[in-house]
Structures are given as structure tokens and as C-alpha cells.
């Protein structure tokens, strides 16, 4: 789901796990309508969430809450810019949270930070999508229990490509020369967001590579990369690019107030889309980079994860199983009723009404198809040093051997002190 639509922050910032547990000092409360239930057993439970843009999300979660019988379940609604810094600082403190959201982080493992759910999901392990059970497994141990998948795409205005006479990109270079043919003096042809973190991955993705392979190595570094940063820097100068937009990608606007004909943003802003531009709209994958490539669909998501390190493991680990694995309706309603995500079960996704036809249909067959999903092993540390390369390449024109070579020299080093 997107992040808060009147914030200044990345949205991008929270599909990403932040670097270990450095973060230091004590959460205030947060807000008034602490979302008690008031039918528990007595036991009292804290759960974290990060403030969701769509209307009704923080209602939804509350409600759910209270309808728990096993436990008084009070919902923290972190509002800000900086939902990572408050989670990590609270969970070095007494006011840490029994369970919260996050996204899967190899840090949080190997520090004991969250507790091993292997025996909730195994018995409905075969329910879930697959690469979600794998993003989340460490030596045969699940930590976390996925909650939505959020698959990212470009939304097109379908009569501007019509009127310029394009059809959907399916390279780099076509998207390049599309932005151009559609740039006027009142629109801009592309936007990527505006500091170009969220196309990262999805340019890896498309040049045929990976972040880490599956023994946790360097996977990026390839010549289509290459390739790909060396075509971003000429669509980043050649003036057809939105900079600066009012709001970062996750926010439809962009798109829907004319600003641009191209945007990346995720499914989660579909209705919004819709709302706005009726049939007027088309989505497709992040197109392929090289001969090498093929077209790609980032998915971020989140999961929930229960604090290894609470005095109620037990009645929390009850709370996730009851809400995350057993409510198979307030699972679709969290997925499907406020903006659209993929449910994780897929049960629950085969039998979703809403992602049956139309333009989510075609969200979850390009899902399905072209969809990739985050290495585990994959930290904010290495994430940063590969947003140095797109600063350095595609922003200042370096060269993108040189900035990959240090690039690798972070990464590796992030690698040794995580796997030896």
C-alpha cells in the first residue's frame, strides 16, 4: 500500500529493510485511538504499523483488532517520514512491540530480533505463493508471515500513445524514444519517480540479472546493466523526463493530472488510476535491457513478524496465526478493499472477484509472469551503495564500469560480515 500522500518521503524507503539495530532511544505514543479490543483475555498485545495513504486502512486494522477474542490488541499507527528509525529505536527499549510490519531483513535473523513462525505457516505453506515462502525462509526457518504483495508497474495514458502513434515499449531504447515523442510543452513524456531509487531494481530485473544469485553472490554486475544505467542517463538529459514532481511515484498524481504520459507506480493506486482516467489507462512491465533482458516486475509487499524478544511471544505468535493464516476474509479486505494488492494465499487470489478481469486481471498475469521478488540477503546497506551508482551514472554522467566496481567492493563487504 502507498505510503502517506501529504508526506515528502520516498514511499521506496519502506520497501526497504533498514541496516541492522543502530537506531537508539524510545518511540512516544502515537495517537489517541490506540485500537484496543476490548474483548480479549486480558493479555495485552502492541502491534506497529506504518500510516497507509489509502482511506480507511488504519480503521481496517483496528477493527480487526477488536474483533480478536485471545487478546487485547492496541495498534500503534506511526505516522512521519521515518517509520524504520521508530521501529528499531522502540525495539532496543522496554516499549518494544509485540509483532509489526516490515519487510524480510536477514539482520533481524541473525540478530534473534524475530521469532521463527515455521510451525503457523507449514500447514498452509502450499497456500502461499511460493517466492513469498522463500523470501522469507533462513535455513529452512520462516520468519514473517506475508500479508499483501505489491507489484509495480508503468501506467500509461492510452490515448496519448494513440494520438503520438506508440505502442507500449517493449525495450529501454523504445521507452526512450517514446518519452520523446510524447514530451510537449505541457507534458512530460516519463516519470520514474523523483530521485529514480524505485526503477533500481526493475533495471536489473530487465537486463536478464539479479541483485544476489542463490549463494548469496554479486548478480548484478553485467554488461546489460551496463547497458541499462548508460540508456537512463540519456533519458534523464534528454529533457523528457518529469523532475520534481509534487509527489514521489506512489502517488498516482503524476499521471492523473496530466503531468506526464508515462508512470511508474504499483498496483496499490490502480483504483486511484481508474477513478481518474476511466479506460483511459494501460500497464506493462519495466521492458527488457538488452538481449539478454526481459521484461520485469518488481514486487514489494509486507509481512508481519513477531518480536523474539517480548514477554507474549506465545500469545502473539496465536494473534498472527488467528488474523494473518486463520481470517482468510479480513485477509482479502486488507488486500483488495483499500487500493489493490495481490493476496499472498492463493486461494484467496484465485477467488478474488476484483482481480478476475479488466486492468487487474492483467496486473496478475504480468505478476505472475515477470514478477521478482526481494533476496533476503539483499540490505539496505547494499541498497544504498547501489543508489550511489544511479547518482553517480545516470545523474552525474559517470562511467558505469568504474561505479559498479565500488559498488561491488560495499556489497562484498556487507556479504562477508553477513555469510562469511
Known sequence: MSAMSNSNWS??????AAAGMAAAGTLAACGGNNGRGGS????????????YG?????QAIKKYAKAYQGADVTTQWITGSNFESKLFASLLTDQAPDLFEFHPQIQLIKSGQVADLTDLVTPVKDDFNQADIASHTVDGKIYGVRMIDDPQFFFYRRSMLEKAGIQPPQTLEELMEAADKLTTSKVKGLFLGNDLHAVIQPLIYAAGADTLNDKNEIAYHTDGVVQGLKTLRKIFTSGNLLLDAPADFWDPSALNQGLCAIQWCGMWAMPQFQQALGDDLGIMPFPKVSDAGKPAVYNGGWSMFVNAKSKNVDAAKEYVKWLWIDQKQYQEDWALSYGFHIPPRTSIAQSAEKLKSGLPAEGVRLFNEFGHFDRIGWTQAMITATEDVFANCVRKGGD????????DA????????LFG
Do not use: I, N, W
Open 400 to 407: 558505469p564500469e568504474a561505479e559498479l566496481d565500488k559498488c
Open 410 to 417: 560495499k556489497v562484498d563487504a556487507e556479504l562477508k560480515k
Open 40 to 51: 480479549g483475555s486480558g493479555t495485552g498485545l502492541t502491534q506497529y504499523f506504518h500510516a
Open 54 to 58: 489509502e482511506a480507511g486502512t488504519e
Open 11 to 16: 514511499r521506496r524507503s519502506l520497501f526497504r
